[in-house]
């Protein structure tokens, strides 16, 4: 037969439209979302490089972490802004570098900050987690408590949010250690996210000095590391403890689509990369399922994708219809997600068009959101009803 372009040329258009077809399962897909109403921003702080996390210190201080490796401490009061001295040596590239920031719960007795940051070099390199004390912009007693095993290569997927549970406990998120065709011991990185005898793809939980907890899930489990609270998550880039409803949310990227928001529940999985609503970059299925017994179902699939990044549970007194909602910060989206509860059950979302990628967002301890732009100039933004807006 003679080679026919245009029948080829069809033949390979709707092989292309069949697989790029999003996958279908239980879970509806989060896609555009109407604007949230009675809200307007204010720029508080321009010129941050790549900021990552801010929390605030019980005198109101802010501290912001810059991920090229910096932290700063903010008095916005006075405007005084200055460097905080003595972090460790952190590898800084693509998205390593230094990235969460908790205060404790009783820093005004311990002066205890923890932050996560990536460790190690190009070739070899894991998310830490330390803590150390704040005496004025000064670290002292930094204190590594936490690796990811196993190292990986190259800047992707470190994850590295933390969350405070009620018990004192922290909750650390780990990626996956890279898309494919990344591999670790000649396995693909996003295969570790299954392994119990990594970290890599985790939640992991750990007493405030690096100790391990002895009621975490699997720590009896031959085989399986005693940190691990949660399986199979790709890259977990918001995570959130709601004090009121005892509930942990935490939200993570797909790779193209395939977003999610997740319940988190100790010993429970997460599913990837063995379900996924997420296709590979160029385009393929990574998995023909999206659900599976014995694995969580998200809560929300957001495709296209938002790159979530951040997240919240609002509970304050100056947007009283916002108690209790999760708010969920948009790298790619450039928005916030507010995500409207009843229980543990999605209602609703609507969206804070912010026109910059969001890399975190934080409920501030006067009851307004606060939230950082992710870009080279990085800014610090609140969220103030409209009407306070002059
Ligand atoms: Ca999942």
């Not at 790549?50 to 910096?70: K, V, Y």
């Not at 250690?177 to 750990?206: C, F, T, V, W």
């Not at 609703?348 to 969001?358: M, P, Q, S, Y």
């Not at 409920?363 to 306070?388: C, F, S, V, W």
Request: glycine letters at 12%; one cysteine or more; aromatic letters at 8%.
């Amino acid at each position: 037969m003679r080679y026919q372009p245009s029948l080829f040329l069809l033949y390979f258009s709707l092989i292309v439209l069949y697989s790029c077809k999003m996958p279908e399962g239980p879970v509806t897909l989060s896609g555009d979302v109407a604007e949230a109403e009675g809200w307007a921003s204010e720029i508080i702080l321009e010129g941050l490089e790549h900021p990552w996390a801010l929390e605030w210190l019980p005198n109101g201080w802010m501290l912001i972490t810059e991920r090229p490796g910096r932290m700063k401490i903010f008095n916005e009061e006075s405007g005084q802004l200055d460097d905080v001295s003595g972090l460790p040596q952190i590898y800084s590239d693509g998205q390593g570098g230094l990235l969460d920031l908790l205060v404790h719960p009783d820093f005004e007795r311990n002066s205890l900050i923890y932050f996560t940051f990536a460790l190690g070099t190009e070739d070899q390199n894991q998310t830490a987690a330390a803590r150390a004390e704040l005496h004025g912009n000064r670290l002292e007693n930094v204190e590594i408590i936490f690796r990811a095993d196993p190292k990986k290569s190259g800047n992707q997927h470190f994850g590295s949010r933390m969350a405070w549970l009620a018990d004192g406990s922290l909750l650390i998120s780990v990626g996956d250690g890279g898309n494919r065709p990344k591999s670790i011991d000649g396995i693909l990185s996003r295969e570790y996210a299954q392994m119990l005898d990594a970290h890599l793809g985790k939640i992991i939980r750990i007493n405030e000095d690096g100790s391990i907890p002895e009621d975490n899930p699997f720590i009896r489990q031959d085989g399986a590391l005693p940190e691990i609270w949660s399986v199979g998550h790709r890259n977990v880039q918001g995570l959130t403890f709601d004090k009121t409803s005892g509930r942990v949310w935490a939200n993570e990227h797909g790779s193209r689509g395939g977003d999610e928001l997740n319940l988190i529940n100790g010993g429970a999985n997460y599913g990837w990369p063995v379900v996924t609503y997420s296709r590979e970059y160029y385009g393929l299925k990574i998995s023909r399922k999206t659900s599976k017994p014995g694995m969580e179902d998200p809560v929300i699939v957001w495709t296209p994708a938002q790159a979530p990044s951040g997240l919240t549970v609002y509970h304050g007194d100056v947007f009283k219809e916002w108690n209790g909602d999760l708010f969920s910060g948009g790298l790619r989206g450039e928005q916030v997600r507010r995500i409207i509860l009843e229980g543990s059950t999605v209602m609703g979302e609507e969206a804070l068009t912010i026109g910059h990628r969001v890399r975190d967002i934080r409920t501030g301890p006067d009851g307004y959101l606060y939230l950082l732009t992710a870009e080279e100039n990085g800014k610090l933004i609140r969220i103030i009803p409209e009407a306070q807006n002059k």
